[in-house]
């Protein structure tokens, strides 16, 4: 076996050859949506800052006074016990979405690949939308129960193969509320009928509709007036809407201290750091108490679809603040992504293996901090490329 540079290095100059390498950018905060990236200020639209919080004095000033007390929880919850400000989010957050009882982990990578373990094992089956987020599907992978891949959102599809595994031991549904690189939205509902009709439970991942959807901004579950459905295991992340870091899962109290004793990235992991907790306990005061972000956002998801249409990528069926426009080729969105970045704006481009192949695009992520302005200078960089022919030939 050779040592590991000589390993990684051709197989680096793979991933180039085949415009697949990913690069970090150093990305320091600028005003208002700018950002700095490697230097250079760019009007992003890449991150998941949905409400625009991530920078927001009260968060900031809620975690610079709890480091005060201490910076790092030291250990498990299960082992050194939970601070009162993790007691007091973890009630907040199950009062605010409307269940019994939640779960903070400290990701939601870590939460999907911890949960669904714990839900279920090698004699069970899981049904798993074909574009679930990488956690999901890892999760399910870790839990050695038996996968079937339902084509995205076909609800016939997913009604058979429920019917075809009557015989496993549980059937849990899996899927994103909102999916991340499409902004479709599951219709939870239609679901929970199937699972009930079935005798299955479903998991959402509402990483991308918590803090954004519904009225209160409680997210998928809350705009579909589904919280508490007895077969109903939510999941939410809080590094996006919520600006800061961290999931969280809600259920019925049973569910939730089963999960505290049975989901191993809970129960093998240090808790959240006291000072993000205490920004997370600002950032659920905002998204309650600030309803006009969600109003500013649902406008400009309004201004950007009526701004990107007609252009010749195709603009996906979103009414969420994910708008993907749809390029195809690797090469493709990559010019394009530094196209749009020479103009001064930073939207990501967005490849396999985390969209199909053959369906690279650009996710444009708006986001509250983002002015009418800020989504109309967007809109005239598109219209501008897509007259230049920047792609042809
Ligand atoms: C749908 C979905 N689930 C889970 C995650 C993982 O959450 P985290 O970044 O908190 O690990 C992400 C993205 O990061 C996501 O888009």
Redesign the pocket.
């Known amino acids: 076996m050779a040592d590991l540079h000589t390993t990684f290095t051709p197989a680096l100059a793979d991933l180039d050859d085949r415009h697949l390498r990913r690069r970090r950018r150093v990305v320091a905060a600028g005003e208002g949506a700018t950002l700095v990236v490697d230097g250079q200020p760019l009007l992003a639209f890449a991150g998941?800052d949905y409400l625009g919080l991530a920078h927001h004095p009260a968060l900031r000033g809620a975690a610079a006074e709890a480091a005060a007390l201490g910076a790092g929880a030291t250990a498990s919850a299960l082992i050194a016990g939970q601070s009162p400000a993790h007691a007091a989010l973890e009630a907040d957050l199950a009062a605010f979405v409307g269940a019994d009882a939640a779960l903070l982990f400290h990701?939601?990578?870590?939460?999907?690949t911890g949960v669904i373990p714990a839900l279920v094992g090698p004699t069970d089956a899981v049904f798993s939308d074909a574009l679930n987020?990488a956690?999901?599907i890892d999760g399910v992978r870790l839990s050695g129960a038996s996968r079937h891949v339902v084509p995205h959102q076909d609800l016939r599809a997913l009604d058979a193969a429920l019917a075809a595994a009557s015989g496993a031991r549980r059937r849990l549904v899996v899927c994103?509320a909102?999916?991340?690189m499409d902004g479709d939205v599951a219709p939870l509902p239609d679901l929970l009928t199937l699972c009930e009709r079935h005798d299955a439970w479903l998991m959402v991942?509402d990483?991308?509709g918590f803090g954004v959807l519904g009225d209160r901004g409680a997210g998928t579950v809350e705009h579909f007036g589904v919280a508490g459905h007895p077969r109903l295991v939510h999941m939410a992340?809080?590094?996006?809407a919520a600006g800061v870091?961290?999931?969280f899962v809600v259920g019925p109290r049973s569910l939730v201290e089963w999960l505290a004793n049975r989901a191993r990235t809970y129960v093998f992991a240090t808790a959240l750091p006291p000072m993000v907790v205490q920004s997370l306990r600002a950032a659920l005061r905002l998204i309650d108490g600030e309803p006009q972000r969600r109003r500013h956002l649902q406008a400009l998801i309004a201004r950007f679809r009526a701004g990107a249409g007609g252009l010749p990528w195709p603009l996906l069926p979103s009414a969420t603040a994910i708008q993907p426009l749809v390029v195809g080729g690797n090469a493709e969105v990559l010019a394009l992504d530094a196209a749009l970045r020479a103009r001064g704006l930073w939207v990501p481009a967005i490849r396999p293996p985390t969209v199909p192949v053959g369906s690279a695009r650009l996710r444009v992520s708006l986001s509250a901090a983002h002015t009418e302005a800020d989504v109309d200078r967007l809109c005239a960089a598109l219209r501008a490329l897509a007259v230049s022919g920047i792609l042809d030939g």
Not at 107 to 112: F, M, P
Not at 237 to 240: C, D, N, V, W
């Open positions: 998941n990701s939601g990578y870590a939460a999907n987020h956690s999901l994103d909102v999916y991340s991942d990483a991308h992340t809080l590094g996006k870091a961290g999931a």
